[in-house]
Nanobody, 117 residues
Framework: QVQLVESGGGLVQSGGSLRLSCTFY????????MGWYRQAPGRQRELVAT???????NYADSLEGRFTISRDGVNNAMYLQMNILKPEDTAVYYC???????????WGQGTQVTVSS
């Protein structure tokens, strides 16, 4: 069984930065592809960024290079460094994990990010 716990959200002014963390509780972290998703009020959940078990990354085009996803195999964690934040980045950010070759899809409880203008 896998449990994902996000942290690092909060209130920040436009142009500021935040770093989100996702701690993976379970076994075989290196075998999981990981990702960050977000959901704003009244909108569908959308992809922010993914990082494969091998470290390959993928980002939503709309981010314009402002975010960086990374993973730490020692601490079983994933991070999202968010820079030059905009009010439209306001959302609940969710951590996701999918084991290679399996359909099991795990989600964290989410962490709120609010960017004030």
């Amino acid at each position: 069984q896998v449990q994902l716990v996000e942290s690092g959200g909060g209130l920040v002014q436009s142009g500021g930065s935040l770093r989100l963390s996702c701690t993976f509780y379970g076994t075989s972290f290196p075998l999981y592809n990981m990702g960050w998703y977000r959901q704003a009020p009244g909108r569908q959940r959308e992809l922010v960024a993914t990082i494969s078990s091998g470290g390959s990354t993928n980002y939503a085009d709309s981010l314009e290079g402002r975010f960086t996803i990374s993973r730490d195999g020692v601490n079983n964690a994933m991070y999202l460094q968010m820079n030059i934040l905009k009010p439209e980045d306001t959302a609940v950010y969710y951590c996701n994990a999918v084991k290679i070759g399996y359909l099991n899809n795990y989600w964290g409880q989410g962490t709120q990010v609010t960017v004030s203008s």
